[in-house]
């Protein structure tokens, strides 16, 4: 599989090849903090192989302390961006919204559910608008 996709400023582009493993929304506190939402949309591709088309000086990488959790981001805008988690494996950690159009994954789990908020399971029920609210 092919994927292409980049950051909101623009400053990073990127495409990758790989399978698409798992896709799992994430609603852990850390994923909360730093998407500052409700959960966190990540793909994982194994066998992958990422080619940075412009940008990837523009990237810096976050690790919190003690902790698995990490996040590459873009320096210009703060898009989250794709990282190696297993380089042994050739594992990519791909934020969903960072890719290009519109794909048809099927989540695969929701995971950290204790973290979950409140008000999350009330959004399927409240007004949707197509664009900005008149």
Not at 28 to 47: D, E, I, M, P
Not at 89 to 116: C, M, R, W, Y
Request: hydrophobic share 30%; charged share 25%.
């Amino acid at each position: 599989m092919q994927l292409k996709g980049g950051c909101l400023c623009g400053a990073v582009t990127f495409n990758l090849q790989g399978d698409a493993s798992s896709f799992y929304v994430c609603h852990c506190s850390r994923c909360q903090k730093s998407t500052g939402s409700a959960y966190a949309s990540n793909l994982f591709v194994r066998n992958a192989k990422l080619a940075w088309d412009k940008g990837k000086d523009k990237c810096v990488d976050y690790q919190h302390a003690g902790t698995r959790f990490g996040k590459r981001f873009c320096t210009h805008c703060a898009s989250p961006l794709p990282r190696v988690i297993d380089e042994k494996n050739n594992v990519i950690q791909l934020p969903a919204g960072s890719l290009d159009g519109d794909q048809d994954f099927e989540p695969t789990a929701h995971i950290f559910t204790e973290d979950k908020k409140c008000w999350e399971d009330k959004l399927s029920q409240t007004k949707q608008w197509p664009g900005l609210p008149a």
